[in-house]
């Protein structure tokens, strides 16, 4: 059976379903997720992973997994939840009827857990790298989060703008004060200029704007066409795609042997993807297709946002999954010093013990000393 029909049948369920509203009044989260995940294959464990955007190759390793029946050999079955503008991960992933595990970044997490509005544990830390750029154009002559001050300046909000807060907060400058912040979900206002810089990541937004074509040359747009700041040259880059799980939902009997066994399995579907990337982006697009919102992603863009996603889990020198405490340590102190959390966060907020008895499991390299990034040509419209 191909992965499009499984998908469509058992995986991925609809973006609605995903949707988070946050009551006017107290608060409250509000999610449309069913109470239980759904029944499927007799002797599988039901399981649901929420995504922290649509399916696209940021996410190839769960799709991997699916395909290559990793989660069923590990007694589990999957339903992945397709994120987008309107999901907030944390919050979903934090309700109490939400799904068991969900990809999110840590500093949004951390800022949820500090209000009290999340349990959610780190139970796995799949980047070991980030990918956060803030591209302008060469003419616009910024080239520092210094030269913010007075621009309109585009990110994704809902917590993935603070690697920028910090950063232009490290320099003195304050959103909307010394500068405008404005919502954004692609880079279509940057190419319009609508903003003066807009957040990108790497493996996707960046190499948008390169499949464009210049109106002015009637050739793609090249890198000297525009300035990049990368947020690890600011030293407020921190740490971004990790596996979590609420805490109240790991203390139940039999959780931790689910979130084992599902770590070992997502594990080897991003150590598939690392040596088979062509499949990968096949089973993603598949993904996408099925599912809505990722399908306008090509193969070339998928090719390139794969080969940049490797690049930012592998190596991971202590194996996949595993947390580097001096990265932990960088991302609270940045949170900290900008003013986004309040003080420490608790030491519950990540653990390290099932993502070590999940790699105990796995006889491949889970580490990737030898991996290499390759070289992907930009093709116009990603294709």
Aim: aromatic letters at 8%.
């Amino acid at each position: 059976m191909s992965i499009a029909r499984r998908i469509d049948r058992r995986i991925l369920a609809p973006v609605g379903l995903a949707v988070v509203l946050a009551a006017c009044g107290g608060g409250e989260i509000v999610t449309a997720f069913p109470s239980a995940p759904p029944s499927g294959a007799i002797g599988l464990d039901q399981v649901r992973l929420q995504l922290q955007w649509v399916p696209q190759a940021q996410f190839a390793g769960y799709f991997a997994a699916v395909e290559q029946g990793f989660f069923e050999a590990n007694g589990i079955e999957v339903t992945i939840v397709a994120g987008g503008p309107e999901v907030i991960p944390q919050q979903v992933g934090s309700a109490p009827n939400g799904p068991e595990f969900t990809v999110s970044w840590v500093p949004k997490v951390l800022e949820a857990r500090d209000g009290a509005r999340s349990d959610l544990v780190n139970i796995a830390q799949v980047f070991q790298r980030t990918g956060t750029l803030s591209v302008s154009w060469r003419e616009s002559a910024i080239t520092s989060p210094a030269d913010f001050r007075d621009r309109l300046v585009g990110v994704w909000d809902f917590g993935n703008e603070l690697e920028v807060t910090a950063g232009t907060r490290k320099v003195g400058l304050e959103p909307g004060d010394d500068f405008e912040l404005m919502p954004i979900s692609d880079v279509a206002p940057l190419l319009s200029r609508q903003v003066d810089v807009a957040q990108a990541m790497i493996y996707n937004e960046y190499a948008r704007i390169l499949e464009t074509v210049n109106p002015e040359t009637d050739r793609l747009y090249q890198p000297t066409d525009l300035n990049v700041i990368n947020w690890v040259d600011e030293g407020t880059a921190m740490l971004q795609d990790a596996l979590f799980a609420r805490a109240s939902w790991l203390e139940q009997p039999g959780s931790e042997d689910i979130a084992i066994r599902f770590l070992e399995a997502s594990f080897q579907g991003w150590i598939y993807c690392r040596a088979n990337p062509v499949d990968c982006i096949d089973y993603t697009i598949d993904a996408g297709a099925t599912i809505g919102g990722g399908a306008t992603l090509g193969a070339g863009h998928q090719a390139w946002m794969l080969n940049e996603v490797n690049a930012l889990i592998w190596p991971s020198p202590d194996g996949i999954g595993t947390m580097d405490p001096a990265k932990w340590r960088h991302t609270v102190e940045v949170l900290l010093e900008a003013g986004i959390i309040g003080g420490e966060p608790s030491p519950e907020a990540y653990r390290t013990d099932l993502a070590a008895a999940a790699l105990a499991g796995i006889t491949e390299d889970s580490a990737g000393p030898a991996f290499q990034k390759g070289v992907v040509e930009i093709r116009e419209g990603g294709n």
